[in-house]
């Protein structure tokens, strides 16, 4: 089970430390924060690289993410489109 604790840990580390260069790279908000408008997480592929997980971020390219284990690809064939940001989802 994700802790929230762990989650919002790992938010803070990326905006402390990767922030401006995924900002210069072309990441937006909803690759790093999107979730499903209805669904929220439940439909994973809506969801943007830091929502899924508790891991920090530990490189970031012009379409990557990675973590200690994993790797986020935004460049995904097929992805859909439409999600919002986590804070808003629900409302």
């Not at 499903?36 to 690289?49: K, L, M, V, Y």
């Not at 530990?58 to 489109?81: L, Q």
Request: with cysteine; aromatic share 12%.
């Amino acid at each position: 089970m994700q802790s929230w604790g762990g989650a919002h840990e790992a938010c803070v580390d990326f905006l402390d430390r990767w922030a401006d260069e995924a900002v210069a790279l072309g990441w937006t908000t909803l690759d790093v924060f999107g979730v499903h408008p209805e669904a929220g997480t439940i439909r994973p592929d809506f969801c943007g690289a830091l929502v899924l997980g508790t891991e920090r971020v530990s490189a970031i390219a012009e379409t990557r993410m990675r973590f200690v284990n994993t790797t986020y690809y935004r460049d995904t064939p097929g992805r859909p489109a439409g999600a919002v940001p986590i804070w808003r989802f629900g409302k």
